[in-house]
């Protein structure tokens, strides 16, 4: 079984519409992160979190915020959904014992027309 | 601040001759080095990380990284080129913060 999950892998969707990304892990990490690839552009970091009481803005938070839900839950939304938010999306894990190596859902690709 | 630099949008090699993908990095204080891979409809897996000790890192599948203080540098490197090491490969710095600073990334495409 994979270590972090991410649901929907896939999502459509229309401007205006409020979209939710989900994030689950089995690694029993406490530093849960999201980010967003485009092309040429690498990955950006949205929001993180060091543990449940703890919510972080990153490079690019505007238009979006995130649920720390417990432990292994991390969500993302997206409020009221624009086409440039169009990208690839990953939740990643961390240990900050294992010097700040990160482990990666498979990506949730979302669309917005 | 923290940055990534990756100067080759795309490298191309034969299969069987070495490989080199660059990164030069900036950040204060001691750097944490990662290297990731990504196939297609994939996630980013992880290949190798320097932290401290022997600048000659080893990583999965044959790859290994050369960290070079001086030059600010930590080169992917495999002396052997396969079809199958195609793909996106990102560098990532941190300062020990627990936050990652990616590079754009540099698509490596391996001919038969």
């Known amino acids: 079984d994979a270590d972090v999950t991410q649901t929907p892998r896939n999502r459509i969707t229309k401007t205006g519409k409020r979209i939710m990304l989900e994030c689950s892990q089995t690694?029993?990490?406490?530093?849960m992160y999201w980010y967003r690839q485009d092309p040429g552009l690498g990955l950006r970091l949205i929001y993180y979190?060091?543990?449940?009481?703890?919510?972080n803005k990153g490079e690019i938070s505007d238009g979006y915020s995130v649920s720390r839900q417990a432990q292994a839950k991390f969500s993302l939304s997206l409020e009221s959904a624009i086409p440039n938010q169009t990208a690839l999306y990953f939740c990643?894990?961390?240990?900050?014992?294992?010097?700040?190596?990160?482990?990666f859902g498979p990506g949730t690709r979302l669309t917005v027309l | 601040a923290q940055s990534v630099a990756q100067p080759e949008d795309q490298v191309n090699v034969a299969e069987g001759n070495p490989l080199t993908v660059k990164c030069t990095y900036s950040v204060s204080g001691n750097p944490y080095l990662f290297w990731y891979v990504q196939y297609p409809n994939r996630g980013l897996q992880f290949l190798l990380k320097?932290?401290?000790?022997?600048?000659l890192v080893k990583g999965s599948y044959g790859f290994e990284a050369e960290f070079n203080k001086s030059q600010t540098s930590f080169h992917l490197k495999k002396p052997s080129a396969l079809v199958s090491d195609s793909a996106l490969y990102f560098c990532a710095v941190s300062g020990g913060s627990g936050k990652l600073i990616f590079g754009q990334g540099t698509t490596l495409q391996v001919k038969p």
């Open positions: 979190s060091f543990d449940v009481k703890d919510i």
């Open positions: 320097y932290i401290t000790g022997d600048n």
């Open positions: 990643a894990t961390s240990d900050p014992w294992r010097g700040d190596e990160q482990f």
């Open positions: 690694k029993g990490h406490d530093r």
